[in-house]
């Protein structure tokens, strides 16, 4: 008979701890959401978010900067524009606030990979991610146009990859049509397939100015209690040409990730705003060790399939497991 303790012998060990391990965060996994704002020499801290900016472009490019100093791959970028109106049409100009960001960063750091959010609450008075009616009602086919004129106007600033957010009907093969038809046919569409009606976002909405006016997002959003939907609703996009699914949230959503994963296509996971800030606020406390918190959320999210995870802390822990490689390096490897 086997002794009972035959598990023990390598949990007890380190170094065969290490060896036998089945997931492992690497810095090629983490997306650094970023929020970009109009003007010069702006760098207003969202409160809600200890850490995190609404960055003027000049601004801007010093964090990408340093993104990139620590091996970050990618960027996220959220547009605050300096005027809002009904339609959102900053979100679309070819001067509009994350055009124009695009160009700079890609002019200074060609080598890092830009993604833009495509969604229209930033930027409108009303704060809803569509078009809407006179008695307040997103319209669901009229949103399709506008999304895809922001996502073609994202191309040619020079986007790496869009991602749609506004969780419309039908917007990532609108999306696709409309960057095939103006020759952006090898630009990938990252789709937020299973984006849920969540109360995580609160930060988010802080820092992006874009919390609704009236109502709320439950109407085009996901219900949170819902799991075969968001399997449908991924398959779906994938069928109207998305090249990577997303879920968000990340951290209560771990069996939707591990659904969607099954599916086959690369999967991203949004570890969102209110996840961040719950983990800053405990940790100011005192109340756990920051550190070991976020390396055990991050490494939970990429254990239950996320390919790619967009997250606030990308930078730090980017830093942390660079010195990581950096010490065993100096060690004799």
């Given amino acids: 008979m086997f002794p009972v303790i035959r598990l023990r012998r390598i949990r007890q060990n380190e170094k065969l701890r290490k060896i036998v391990r089945e997931s492992s965060l690497q810095i090629n996994n983490l997306v650094y959401p970023l929020f970009v704002a109009e003007g010069k020499n702006i760098k207003n801290p969202v409160i809600s978010m200890p850490g995190i900016y609404q960055l003027s472009c000049d601004n801007l490019l010093k964090e990408v900067e340093g993104a990139i100093k620590v091996g970050i791959p990618a960027v996220l970028l959220f547009g605050i524009p300096g005027q809002k109106d009904e339609s959102g049409t900053q979100a679309y100009s070819d001067q509009g606030v994350v055009q124009n ?17 495509v969604c229209l609450c930033e930027f409108t008075i009303h704060g809803h ?3 809407i009616n006179s008695d307040g009602e997103v319209l669901n086919d009229p949103t399709l146009e506008l999304l895809a004129k922001i996502a073609v106007s994202h191309a040619y600033a020079g986007a790496d990859m869009v991602a749609p957010s506004a969780m419309m009907d039908g917007m990532v093969g609108s999306i696709r049509k409309a960057l095939d038809a103006n020759s952006f046919i090898n630009i990938p569409i990252m789709a937020y397939s299973a984006k849920y009606a969540s109360a ?11 919390a609704p006016r009236f109502g709320n997002r439950l109407g085009y959003q996901m219900d949170i209690a819902n799991s075969d939907e968001a399997v449908r609703e991924t398959r779906l996009d ?20 591990r659904r969607i994963k099954e599916l086959g296509y690369p999967v991203a996971a949004y570890n969102v705003s209110g996840e961040y800030s719950m983990v800053k606020a405990a940790a100011m406390r005192g109340w756990i060790d920051e550190r070991k918190v976020i390396e055990e959320i991050l490494l939970s999210i990429k254990r239950a399939g996320a390919n790619i995870i967009i997250t606030y802390f990308a930078k730090e822990v980017a ?15």
């Fill in 319 to 333: 830093g942390w497991i660079k010195k990581d490689v950096e010490n065993v390096a100096e060690g004799g490897l």
């Fill in 101 to 117: 960001a695009v160009r700079a960063i890609k002019k200074n750091f060609p080598d890092i990979a830009v993604i833009t959010d």
């Fill in 238 to 257: 994938i069928e109207e040409g998305a090249d990577i699914v997303m879920v968000k949230p990340a951290l209560a959503y771990l069996d939707i990730i």
């Fill in 129 to 131: 991610c569509g078009v």
């Fill in 200 to 210: 995580f976002y609160g930060p988010f909405r802080e820092a992006a100015g874009s």
